[in-house]
């Protein structure tokens, strides 16, 4: 009698952990470890941008934008006059430069990937504007930047995330100008002080 009792327990851890493997495998599965992001609105103001986010723990992430900046602006030089109330000949504006943005993330959920986070990123832009006027000039301005971030990453759908972010950043930048046949800067400006300014925005993630 006491044979069979142990017998059907035993039966019963079994079937139990039977049922127990596939629910483990399933939120083995359900878990992300790395995320790939665009920025939708920056397309835009011309800014071509995405992130990849990789999990190095369980609350620890890093991330690294890269960026693309092309854009053109054809003006009418009587409107602007018009707008501004002063005598120019700039009809164009043409941008093209690069960013690139490494960030580190602390989350304050249990799982990576999901819900509030901390990060604090570094931050570097180089834009080359050519202003075509009576004469065609050339700006180049380059601007390096810190910052930290609040933000919070939610789930769309299965395969699709919503980030969310806004911290302050201090940066500094210095300008030069020039024009197309003399590479020789004509101007140069840069900022003594690190500039204080707010960093906010939305990427879309997807994940497999």
């Not at 790395?34 to 190095?56: H, M, R, T």
């Not at 620890?60 to 854009?71: K, L, N, Y």
């Not at 202003?131 to 601007?143: D, E, H, P, V």
């Amino acid at each position: 009698m006491a044979a069979k009792k142990h017998s059907g327990f035993f039966l019963l851890l079994l079937t139990a952990g039977l049922f127990a493997l596939p629910t483990e495998s399933v939120a083995q599965e359900e878990t992300r470890s790395w995320w790939v992001k665009v920025n939708p609105f920056g397309l835009f103001a011309g800014q071509f941008q995405a992130s990849y986010e990789q999990a190095v723990s369980n609350r620890i992430s890093v991330q690294m934008t890269a960026a693309v900046v092309r854009a053109n602006l054809e003006l009418n030089t009587n409107d602007l006059e018009d707008l501004l109330s002063i005598n120019t000949s700039l009809n164009a504006v043409d941008w093209i430069g690069f960013l690139a943005m490494p960030e580190a993330r602390v989350y304050l959920s249990p799982e990576v990937g999901k819900g509030f986070y901390l990060g604090a990123f570094a931050r570097v832009r180089c834009i080359e504007r050519t202003m075509t006027t009576n004469f065609t000039g050339i700006q180049r301005r380059s601007a390096l930047g810190l910052g930290a971030v609040i933000g919070g990453q939610f789930k769309i759908s299965k395969h699709v995330r919503g980030d969310l972010f806004l911290g302050p950043q201090v940066k500094s930048t210095t300008t030069t100008l020039g024009t197309p046949t003399d590479p020789t800067p004509k101007f140069v400006f840069g900022e003594e002080e690190w500039l204080p300014g707010i960093r906010f925005g939305m990427n879309i993630g997807w994940t497999p």
